[in-house]
């Protein structure tokens, strides 16, 4: 596979600008071919006439959406923070809340789906915020403050049944499971 291709996959899932350093690391490439993969798909998205452009600032790149579509993105955004949550939406916070933090991985396992536009609305909502963990080298989503004090409680655990769900061993066993092992 072409490492422009790899390179497009991980920009359009990732939610934050990613360096290229971190590309080149992900992807197990030269800097500088990621640098010139990179300058290839600017080439590519980089017109009127696309929807979605490549930004870059100093080392790092990130896909956006086209300033001319700006009215309308905000438009929507805004309906989309200020709109209700989902069903999917509400069952990828529950597990975030009684099971965080989590790896989109993990959260995904769970689910059987693919929830990066979950975690985005979520987040987008103020509900759910993600770090990076060096130890285990992935992003984690936990809920934030906004969304306990919402609740009304001082911390996730004393949400319903809190000891009970959020080690449940229909989980435990979800998630022992390695993806390479899933039916597909």
Same mark, same amino acid.
């Given at each position: 596979?072409?490492?422009?291709?790899?390179?497009?996959?991980?920009?359009?899932?990732?939610?934050?600008?990613?360096?290229?350093?971190? *590309?080149?690391?992900?992807?197990k490439a030269e800097t500088a071919e990621v640098n010139a993969a990179v300058q290839?798909?600017?080439?590519?998205?980089?017109?009127?006439?696309?929807? *979605?452009?490549?930004?870059? !600032?100093?080392?790092?790149?990130?896909?956006?959406?086209?300033?001319?579509?700006?009215?309308?993105?905000?438009?929507?955004?805004?309906?989309?923070?200020?709109?209700?949550?989902?069903? &999917?939406? !509400?069952?990828?916070?529950?597990?975030?809340?009684?099971?965080? &933090? *989590?790896?989109?991985?993990?959260?995904?396992?769970?689910?059987?789906?693919?929830?990066?536009?979950?975690?985005?609305? !979520?987040?987008?909502?103020?509900?759910?915020?993600?770090?990076?963990?060096?130890?285990?080298?992935?992003?984690?989503?936990?809920?934030?403050?906004?969304?306990?004090?919402?609740?009304?409680?001082?911390?996730?655990?004393? !949400?319903?049944?809190?000891?009970?769900?959020?080690?449940?061993?229909?989980?435990?066993?979800?998630?022992?499971?390695? &993806?390479?092992?899933?039916?597909?």
């Open positions: 596979m072409l490492l422009k291709n790899k390179i497009e996959s991980l920009l359009f899932v990732t939610s934050k600008p990613l360096s290229q350093n971190k *590309i080149a690391e992900i992807l290839e798909l600017k080439e590519d998205y980089n017109n009127q006439s696309r929807g *979605i452009q490549l930004m870059t !600032l100093n080392t790092k790149v990130q896909f956006v959406t086209n300033s001319d579509n700006r009215a309308i993105v905000e438009k929507f955004l805004k309906e989309e923070q200020l709109g209700e949550l989902t069903k &999917p939406g !509400l069952e990828t916070l529950t597990i975030i809340a009684y099971r965080g &933090p *989590i790896t989109k991985p993990e959260l995904e396992q769970i689910r059987g789906v693919n929830c990066s536009m979950i975690l985005r609305n !979520l987040m987008i909502k103020g509900l759910v915020e993600s770090q990076d963990d060096k130890k285990i080298m992935q992003t984690i989503y936990s809920v934030t403050f906004d969304f306990v004090r919402y609740l009304g409680i001082n911390e996730v655990k004393e !949400l319903p049944e809190y000891d009970k769900l959020s080690q449940h061993e229909t989980l435990e066993k979800v998630l022992s499971i390695k &993806p390479e092992e899933q039916e597909g």
